[in-house]
């Protein structure tokens, strides 16, 4: 039915967005002299969707988004020590370890008896192969994919290179607008899995309804899933 | 001959280094009230270098360790606004145009009447990615490789996916380390063009003698190097 099967990585098969958030509320107390926890928030997210385009996604542009709302929101009274406690929290971001999703490994183990298992991800060639390397996980898959963007036309592309045809390509993770919506719109085959805390820019509008497209609560429920799709 | 032709891309398709250093004369003369230039620059290489394990390359990588040096070259007394500046060299660094090495466009438009031609550039993949776009040379490639490093086992890596022997494999480079002795390694060719301001860190110690080893000065002497390691 299926000739590969293909995840995310960050938020689908270990933890990522929480070491954002953690960082953010350090930075809150950081600039806490200067304005009020909100302003922080609602600041930082401007200024981090601002510089995406230029930025890209990954630890050492958010790292450069809160150096910027620092000098920003003191009005540039900010002290070179404080400016070096933001460049420590983008440091400790970046060799932190990886928290695996509860069943990652038991799922992945299971699912490779029976499929292909590919990791499709995007963001810095660096962290995320960093990433994947302390994961453990790594040997799994039978191909590692970074992508700069997931689109319709990335999936399309990614796929013929493969030669894989989209009805027998089935991706699974936690964003809607990176990994579901544009597999679908492909034709192939997607299992969203959401994320307690997934990103504010990933909120896609309206809701999916396709064939092709399931929901499920736990990474642990992908088996089951497969198997009545077979049937 | 030769199956696939392979060229690096910064400093020896297009101009990179300069971006750098020119940043380096910006943020030598913003810290001119605290150190001498001199020691900007050697304090500059230090971070790099030491932050290049965590940080990868790219211009990403390279503002935050400006701004790292910024900090402690001043001890501390780095102001908002200066720190503000430094981002903004990096800012402008991403969006810089992209400038051709000369004959770059017409020597690839060449050899592709008789090769296939492919981009291997290590470093930031949304940086990279950029700039293949902006340089207009995409098109002339069969394939496009952005990768964390240039090693003789990601060379052999990437030519086992491909299907590529060795021995058929030509790379185009500027950089010793990365583009020639881990390709001549392999059992490859490589032919090395030496760029005038190649980074201090590249440097490796010693020759290189070898078969397949061929130095040119510039770009538009490649066909007619080709022309006669055919005879």
């Known amino acids: 039915m299926f000739d590969i099967i293909a995840f995310d990585a960050d938020d689908t098969l270990w933890h990522n967005e929480p070491y954002y958030i953690e960082a953010r509320h350090e ?19 401007e200024i981090e969707t601002h510089n995406v385009n230029l930025y890209g996604y990954g630890i ?9 709302t620092a000098i920003e929101l003191s009005g540039g009274r900010v002290s070179g ?49 960093d990433k994947i390397e302390r994961s453990g996980l790594a040997g799994y898959f039978r191909r590692i994919e970074i ?14 290179s493969h030669n894989i045809r989209p009805e027998r390509f089935l991706m699974v993770g ?12 492909i034709g192939g085959w997607a299992v969203y899995i959401p994320y307690e805390h997934t990103w504010a820019h990933e909120h896609p509008a309206g809701e999916v309804s396709h064939f092709g497209y399931h929901q499920i609560e736990r990474l642990e429920e992908l088996p089951g899933l497969l198997a009545r799709l077979k049937q």
Chains 1, 2 share one sequence.
């Open 27 to 45: 930075l809150e107390q950081l600039l806490s002299p200067y304005q009020p926890a909100s302003v922080v928030e609602r600041r930082l997210l």
């Open 60 to 68: 050492k542009s958010y790292t450069l988004s809160m150096i910027e």
């Open 81 to 129: 020590a404080e400016v070096r406690q933001v460049l420590e929290l983008g440091k400790r971001m970046l060799s932190a370890s990886v928290h695996l999703m509860d069943g990652a490994e038991s799922t992945l183990a299971a699912l490779r008896q029976e499929y292909d298992l590919m990791l499709i991800t995007k963001g810095d060639l660096l962290e995320q192969g």
């Open 147 to 160: 992508v700069r963007e997931k689109t319709a036309r990335g999936y399309r592309e990614l796929l013929e």
């Open 174 to 185: 936690n964003s809607l607008k990176s990994d579901i919506l544009p597999v679908v719109e």
